[in-house]
């Protein structure tokens, strides 16, 4: 261990803690008086890199196969089965249904708040060139913004912290096998559903791709259960799905979903959920999210094709519409190749820079700006900012287009430029970033000059990593997307300049698709998923060969210096996530040198008030606990015989399963799966469960609700081969045995993800409650 940092004692934490703390969810315990919180909060929040949360729990992605479960199964017949997988279909296609019309009425509101703020200004600009005082129209465009981010971050702030930001590290979270508190709840749609309209309405450099990603999450973990534990309203309806391991495999639907309906890219969703996402997967799992992402996409080109009164044309592919590339302006050359791995090199780099200067503005956020008031002070700030930039640009640039008849500017602008023209500038600042992105794709060659394109690409490229991290529902994909469009094309540009053979570089929209491509992935690190989004997004086929290239040589360069971004923030927030792989220098490590020990462990016929006892001790909060033949005083290793959970035990003290007296033959009340289920996912406190003292004297029988074969691993087994049986069985408790089959040890999460790659080689993160 000496090439190891301070090793940290184990022996008296808790496997998984739930404690919440104003680092990781910017509120307190209800229970302290308000002002109390307020005199007691620290103007800055120490952070430190090298910390693993105990505020995190894990999922039970194994299934319990206690005596109960196996009796239901064996009940069921091959009828029963067939039903079930019928359901799934159901409830996939539920959950597609309802992502696509959350993605309608987000595309509906947005469209429709953006366009009267567009039209106001624009009003407001128009009046005031030809009568002077364009600074009112500054503050107008100002005001506006800073009103609808306001709005957004509020509610975000003060109702739910864990809307913010795109939600894709928190899905890819619970997907791993993290309980990422409050984050697939009711509530935290709904904030942030209407905090996502208010940002991109309110001209952030935002995307509404990774919230509806979110969103899908979230829709599918409702519907899965028949219920809704925040409205106290249960259906009574798929109820043989409310365990952690079905719910899991619907989230994975939920979130293509997402992808789908904000791309119209249902081939891109499962493959998105697949590189990024999910933990596990298998082939019936792969068609039953295609199918929900096909309905997502469906169901959200219906609603818009009839409320844009065109219920015949279903040609708009999602949220974000790149518009089509005909088959002319998409045909490259084999010798533009290394061209196209130049790019994707550059996007790696000005990837890796993006992550590094959000890196530290992020632990600034997270020393100093904690308090919900200054987060949405600071969202405003930007909001701000944002508009005076945008303003500052138009009006400093010169540059003036022709204003064709087939013009495809939502809101062109005049601003100095004569009459039947209008400003360059302005089709970048004064719009959506999406309709940004598709002007710069499809604008003819001679609509942007280089200075229009550099500086909007800087101005715009600062405005993002400032803006990724605030307290608001907003995305990274549509601003990656447009600063590597803007790159893209200009890189097209100064070919044609350099070169004789000017009509080799002559549609500069398609360097605007490969720096958009080369920038995303240097940002996010998405290689094969994101292939298949663009080409679906943009319709046509042959440039999926160079965009993959890009894709790949993007990843390669970013990693060289730094993580991706959704990683990034995944280990600011001290999260146990479980990698692939365990790192490459832990062999010499095994399970004896990282499990947890001594081990609580409990009789197969436990004493009531011992089982209180230890669910109640706030010390040791662990979740699982091996059941032996005998627990000795001495702690001396005793033979396994299973392992139960505490919320299997909870549910057992609710309903009083026990003996009234050790003496007394076992006549308790016959238990049955539907009671746990019931009780999930809120399982009671231990605080809330009255056991009196003639109670605590009783004795309860675990026989029949422990896992009697859970997974062991002897004492000298490697790290990486725990690691490997860990995370492809998607465990939660790991028992480790000596030579007899005594229990010596427990592996949880926490004793895995605390190990990895450091600048010095092998390191080991400590525990704390933040």
Avoid at 257 to 286: M, R
Avoid at 289 to 300: D, K, N, P
Avoid at 341 to 360: C, D, E, R, S, T
Avoid at 579 to 593: F, G
Wanted: charged share 20%; glycine share 8%; with cysteine.
């Amino acid at each position: 261990m000496a090439n190891i940092s301070k090793k940290v004692s184990w022996s008296s934490r808790g496997d998984d803690r739930g404690e919440r703390t104003p680092l990781l969810n910017g509120a307190e315990d209800s229970k302290l008086n308000r002002q109390d919180i307020i005199r007691s909060r620290p103007k800055e929040i120490p952070h430190n890199e090298k910390l693993l949360s105990l505020k995190y729990e894990s999922l039970d992605y194994d299934n319990s196969e206690n005596q109960l479960f196996l009796e239901e199964e064996r009940r069921m017949s091959q009828m029963g089965f067939r039903c079930l997988e019928i359901t799934r279909w159901v409830i996939c296609g539920l959950i597609g249904l309802l992502t696509g019309l959350i993605a309608c009425l987000i595309d509906i509101a947005v469209e429709n708040l953006a366009g009267l703020k567009y039209f106001a200004v624009k009003q407001n600009i128009e009046k005031f060139t030809e009568l002077g005082g364009l600074s009112l129209s500054l503050i107008l465009w100002a005001v506006l913004n800073s009103a609808f981010v306001m709005v957004g971050a509020i509610i975000v702030a003060f109702f739910e912290p864990i809307a913010a930001g795109s939600g894709i590290p928190q899905i890819k979270c619970y997907l791993n096998g993290v309980k990422v508190p409050r984050v697939v709840r009711l509530k935290t749609l709904v904030v942030k559903v209407f905090g996502v309209i208010c940002s991109v309405a309110g001209g952030l450099a935002v995307g509404k791709e990774g919230p509806m990603i979110h969103s899908g999450a979230v829709v599918a973990a409702g519907v899965s259960q028949g219920r809704s534990t925040s409205l106290k309203k249960d259906f009574k309806m798929f109820e043989y799905f409310r365990r952690d391991t079905e719910k899991r495999d619907f989230v994975s639907a939920g979130a293509a979903a997402g992808v789908s309906a904000a791309f119209g890219a249902p081939v891109g969703g499962v493959l998105f959920s697949l590189e990024e996402g999910a933990s596990f997967w298998n082939q019936l799992l792969t068609w039953r999210i295609f199918f929900a992402s096909m309905v997502s996409s469906f169901t959200l080109n219906f609603f818009l094709s009839i409320y844009h009164q065109k219920p015949g044309e279903l040609s708009s592919p999602g949220l974000i519409n790149f518009g089509r590339f005909d088959s002319d302006s998409v045909q490259y050359n084999l010798y533009e190749i290394p061209l196209f791995i130049i790019m994707g090199a550059l996007g790696g780099i000005l990837g890796a820079l993006f992550n590094v200067l959000n890196y530290w503005l992020t632990i600034f956020r997270i020393r100093y700006i904690h308090r919900p008031c200054l987060q949405v002070m600071e969202a405003m700030l930007v909001a701000a900012v944002t508009a005076t930039v945008s303003f500052a640009m138009i009006y400093f640039s010169t540059e003036c287009q022709p204003l064709g008849p087939d013009h495809t500017e939502e809101y062109p602008l005049q601003l100095f430029c004569a009459d039947g023209e209008y400003n360059a500038m302005a089709t970048a600042f004064f719009n959506t970033p999406e309709r940004s992105v598709r002007s710069l794709f499809h604008n003819p060659p001679g609509t942007y000059n280089p200075m229009t394109l550099g500086v909007f690409t800087l101005a715009y490229f600062l405005l993002a990593v400032w803006t990724y991290g605030l307290t608001v529902s907003a995305g990274v994909f549509i601003p990656s997307l447009l600063i590597g469009a803007a790159w893209g094309r200009l890189f097209g540009i100064l070919l044609s300049f350099i070169t004789t053979s000017k009509s080799i570089w002559a549609d500069p929209g398609k360097y605007a698709l490969i720096g958009a491509a080369a920038q995303l992935g240097g940002i996010v690190r998405m290689t094969l998923s994101l292939t298949v989004i663009l080409v679906e997004a943009t319709g046509n086929v042959t440039y999926g060969f160079p965009i993959m290239l890009v894709l790949m040589t993007a990843k390669i360069v970013g990693d060289y210096f730094v993580e991706g971004l959704y990683d990034i923030h995944i280990k600011l927030q001290s999260v146990p996530f479980l990698h692939w792989e365990a790192p490459p220098t832990s062999h010499w490590l095994t399970a004896r040198e990282v499990m947890s020990s001594p081990v609580t462990c409990f009789n197969r016929i436990e004493k009531v008030g011992t089982i209180v006892d230890v669910l109640s001790n706030t010390s040791t909060n662990h979740n699982g606990f091996p059941v032996v033949t005998h627990v000795t005083e001495i702690d001396e290793p005793s033979k396994l015989c299973g392992l139960v959970l505490r919320s299997q035990l909870i549910v057992l003290l609710k309903h009083k399963v026990f003996v009234e007296r050790a003496s007394s033959r076992f006549s308790q009340r016959k238990l049955q799966l539907k009671d746990f289920r019931d009780a999930y996912p809120r399982f009671p406190p231990i605080q809330s469960i009255h056991v009196s003292q003639d109670e605590r004297e009783c004795m309860m029988d675990l026989t029949e609700f422990m896992n009697p074969t859970p997974y062991t691993v002897p004492q000298e087994t490697s790290l990486p081969r725990v690691f490997k049986l860990f995370r492809a069985l998607g465990l939660r408790h790991l028992v480790v045995v000596d030579n007899e089959n005594r229990v010596v040890g427990l592996v949880t999460r926490k004793d895995l993800a605390r190990y990895h790659l450091g600048k010095d080689g092998l390191e080991e993160l400590h525990l704390a409650q933040t």
